[in-house]
């Protein structure tokens, strides 16, 4: 899924972490959060990596 149509989504309202309504996109996610989208599912975040590509 593309990060414009996440980010549609949760202008929408249509994503929860743990339960609770996310209103930005920059929301922060930490591993074992569980995730759900309205007419998608759920999933638990397993690992958060960042990487900075030169």
Known sequence: MSLGKV???IMAGNVRVRWKEV?????HLKPSRLVA??????LEVG????CVCL
């Not at 989208?37 to 759920?42: A, K, P, W």
């Open 47 to 50: 690992e958060v990596v960042i």
């Open 23 to 27: 209103t930005q996109a920059s929301h």
């Open 7 to 9: 980010a549609n989504l």
């Open 37 to 42: 989208i309205l007419g998608e599912g759920r």
